[in-house]
Antibody, heavy 122, light 107 residues
Framework: QVQLVQSGNEVKKPGSSVKISCKASGGTFSRDSISWVRQAPGQGLEWMGGIIPIFGTSSYAQKFQGRVTITTDESMKTAYLEVTSLRSDDTAVYYC???????????????WGQGTKVTVSS | DIQLTQSPSFLSASVGDRVTITCRASQGISRFLAWYQQIPGKAPKLLMYAASTLHSGVPSRFSGSGSETEFSLTISSLQPEDFATYYCQQLNSDPYTFGQGTKLEIK
């Protein structure tokens, strides 16, 4: 059984950075892809980007290019999301999710972390 | 980017009702569409992938259909635990966009 456990909630000042972790247990971390999705208060889901640990390759939604970095530590089975130059509209719950590449069935996000609430406020 | 439009955005129904939620894509995405259920304060939960394949453990009252630009999620007989928000997501190409959500409320 795969489990993704995220780091705790954060309160940050505008202009600062935040780094959230997502630790995996079960599954085959290196070969699994991890994506990050955020949800602003009362809003829908927004894909931010993803990474495949075994290749070390990441991709980002254009909106977040240059301000978001996704990395992994394979030895710790942990993925990280760093967001810099935080603004008030970055206030959201951030989720990590495992992405299955199911061949004929395509991709899907089957396991999700519990979410990390980031509040950006002066 | 591929846009997904769900309808309706809000749906009021009763236990036992049959409901259908539609998701339209701005361009063809083959069958690379997933559906998620989200209860307030919780992470989304995968219901369906490849448009119509039920994820393990999801009750059979949920079904999905469609291809290319038109998709639907049907709940055949609503149960109390089904009142939640539902999202579609396209996984045909990066960025993997979501629909705006459909909130299903008890009538």
């Amino acid at each position: 059984q795969v489990q993704l456990v995220q780091s705790g909630n954060e309160v940050k000042k505008p202009g600062s950075s935040v780094k959230i972790s997502c630790k995996a247990s079960g599954g085959t971390f290196s070969r699994d892809s991890i994506s990050w999705v955020r949800q602003a208060p009362g809003q829908g889901l927004e894909w931010m980007g993803g990474i495949i640990p075994i290749f070390g390759t990441s991709s980002y939604a254009q909106k977040f290019q240059g301000r978001v970095t996704i990395t992994t530590d394979e030895s710790m089975k942990t993925a990280y999301l760093e967001v810099t130059s935080l603004r008030s509209d970055d206030t959201a719950v951030y989720y990590c999710a495992r992405v299955v590449s199911g061949g004929y069935f395509g991709k899907y996000f089957d396991y999700w972390g519990q979410g990390t609430k980031v509040t950006v406020s002066s | 980017d591929i846009q997904l439009t769900q309808s309706p955005s809000f749906l009021s129904a009763s236990v036992g009702d049959r409901v259908t939620i539609t998701c339209r894509a701005s361009q063809g995405i083959s069958r690379f569409l997933a559906w998620y259920q989200q209860i307030p304060g919780k992470a989304p939960k995968l219901l369906m992938y490849a448009a119509s394949t039920l994820h393990s453990g999801v009750p059979s009252r949920f079904s999905g259909s469609g291809s290319e630009t038109e998709f639907s999620l049907t709940i055949s007989s609503l149960q109390p635990e089904d009142f939640a928000t539902y999202y579609c997501q396209q996984l045909n190409s990066d960025p993997y966009t979501f629909g705006q959500g459909t909130k299903l409320e008890i009538k």
